[in-house]
């Protein structure tokens, strides 16, 4: 293979691990480089608040803030606005309020009041606890000048330590602090993953980074699967769309055993490294930005890593089929019939819906040779989702509602919210080839995401499935934790609904 050097990383990726730990001390009480509390409407200012100078401009709208100095430290006081509406997303926004501003102020700890206007003391300190991991990503491991060069807020080593106060029972909290905790710190290796360029990030890259993970747990085992293998097992899909690459794609299983007792957890996700399109060859304005079509790959790796960590009573059989989708003299042609891994022949009349092609192969793997008895796929399929439900809520197509509704739950508690789209048999006549059993893009553009999803279940053997088209919001959503850029999402989601089942 021609070589090519990549580019050179002038520092170790900066995901350092944020300390947590509750406490029953009061706020005044307590030491921290910055101290934090949220004032929902009508609540009254505690008095050590209102001796500190410039305590007038303290305001309960919802966002506003307010950064009171002393002899004693640093005290921020945010608007938590109406108590009613002091939901988890909000307080994740607001954690990662307080967290812009600890860095701008060079905060290493920082103190939490845990708010009283919120209800639920897990699902507030949850929420604390993930706004604050989130907002401290960064991605400058490429830029040659350092950033305590650079000075100010970049330069910030982030937050080190966080302290929730005022906790009634510090004990009862502690499990929820820990899941909270690994869970966003897997999403943000996932953000780093995303953020990493296609020369970098490979496709034997991403499968060198779940094989440490075998290496690091005992629970966890990995299997890579290089071209050849790919194409003597019959995995059509991953094989055509793999073939225009030098680049070998790869094709992943990640086995967690954890000891359950119930069905086995299955987990795909789409890792193309970079969708160029293929000799369907997209435009060239906004290319660059098919360097996350892996984002659901990578997601699935780091939420497995995350299981382990937390131990999760549960077995999982995790595949990532890894590949760049390239336009060459041996790429895949419109027009091609392939046949996939289950043995249903495809006729690939656009090479840019190669997500649906990888998937397929995948989906049958996880579920045949791994023996997945309930399966989840993430996935940024679709452009089409985007012009449905922009970044606010993933789609998701199930083919079981029980299954849909369980993984619908655990998204919204993640605040990864997702919205089912259908699955009807009118739709599944647009996925009928002419000549080949079915056809892996539509004629006419009807239904996109939903064309994407019935295509997917062709190849599930019919267990219960949910697929979470992820393209609105993998990147760019806005939020003020991951703000415009890489998101991780599905990672919490994942875990959730991992220890959920778990039980
Ligand atoms: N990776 C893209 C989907 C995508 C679009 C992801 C925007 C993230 C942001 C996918 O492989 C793709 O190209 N889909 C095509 C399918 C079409 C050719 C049927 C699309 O959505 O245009
Ligand atoms: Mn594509
Ligand atoms: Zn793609």
Redesign the pocket.
């Given at each position: 293979m021609v070589g090519r050097a990549p580019p050179r990383a002038q520092r170790a990726s900066r995901l350092a691990a944020v300390r947590v730990e509750a406490t029953q001390a009061t706020l005044s009480d307590v030491s921290a480089d910055l101290r934090v509390l949220a004032l929902a409407d009508g609540e009254e200012t505690p008095a050590w608040v209102g001796q500190l100078p410039g305590s007038g401009d303290v305001r309960t709208a919802f966002r506003k803030r307010a950064l009171l100095r002393s002899p004693e430290g640093r005290t921020l006081v945010l608007g938590a606005g109406s108590a009613d509406d002091l939901d988890a997303e909000r307080l994740r926004v607001l954690a990662a309020l307080a967290a812009r501003e600890a860095r701008e102020v060079n905060a290493r700890s920082v103190a939490w009041a845990l708010p009283a206007a919120a209800d639920d003391p897990r699902a507030t300190a949850a929420a604390l606890v993930e706004g604050t991991v989130l907002a401290g990503f960064r991605f400058d491991r490429f830029k040659t000048r350092a950033p305590s060069e650079a000075g100010g807020a970049a330069g910030s080593p982030g937050i080190e330590a966080l302290l929730l106060t005022d906790v009634a029972e510090p004990d009862a909290l502690s499990a929820t602090l820990r899941a909270s905790r690994v869970a966003a710190e897997a999403a943000n290796r996932t953000r780093e993953l995303q953020s990493l360029p296609a020369n970098v990030l490979t496709p034997t890259a991403l499968a060198d980074r779940a094989r440490e993970l075998a290496v690091e747990f005992e629970t966890v085992n990995v299997d890579v699967l290089g071209r050849e293998a790919i194409v003597e097992r019959g995995m059509g899909g991953l094989a055509a769309v793999s073939s225009g690459s030098e680049q070998e794609p790869r094709l992943i299983s990640i086995r967690y055993s954890g000891r359950g007792s119930g069905d086995v957890l299955g987990l795909v996700g789409k890792a193309?490294t970079f969708?160029s399109?293929g000799i369907?060859i997209?435009p060239s304005a906004g290319m660059h930005?098919?360097k996350?079509?892996m984002s659901g790959g990578a997601a699935v790796i780091e939420s497995v890593a995350a299981m382990a960590e937390l131990g999760l009573e549960l077995d999982v059989a995790a595949v990532v089929p890894a590949t760049e989708n390239m336009p060459s003299g041996t790429s895949m042609r419109p027009g091609d019939i392939i046949t996939q891994l289950n043995g249903k022949t495809v006729e690939v009349n656009?090479t840019?819906?190669?997500?649906r092609l990888i998937l397929a192969d995948a989906l049958t793997w996880c579920v045949r040779e791994l023996g997945a008895a309930l399966v989840v796929d993430l996935a940024?399929?679709?452009?089409?989702v985007?012009v449905a439900l922009g970044s606010t809520y993933s789609a998701l197509i199930s083919n079981d509602d029980d299954w849909a509704s369980r993984v619908t739950e655990a998204a919204d508690a993640a605040g990864e919210l997702v919205w089912r789209l259908p699955l009807h048999p009118e739709y599944k006549e647009l996925t009928r080839g002419k000549v080949a059993d079915l056809t892996n893009?539509?004629a006419k553009r009807k239904a996109?995401t939903i064309y994407a999803g019935s295509f997917l279940e062709e190849f599930v053997d019919a267990v219960p499935w949910a697929h979470i088209d992820i393209?609105g919001t993998a990147w760019d959503t806005g939020r003020e934790y991951v703000g415009d850029g890489p998101t991780g999402v599905g990672v919490r989601t994942l875990v959730r609904l991992a220890a959920e089942l778990a039980g």
């Open positions: 193309v969708d399109g369907s997209k930005e098919m996350m079509d656009n840019d819906a190669e997500g940024t399929l679709t452009g089409a985007l893009s539509a996109g393209a």
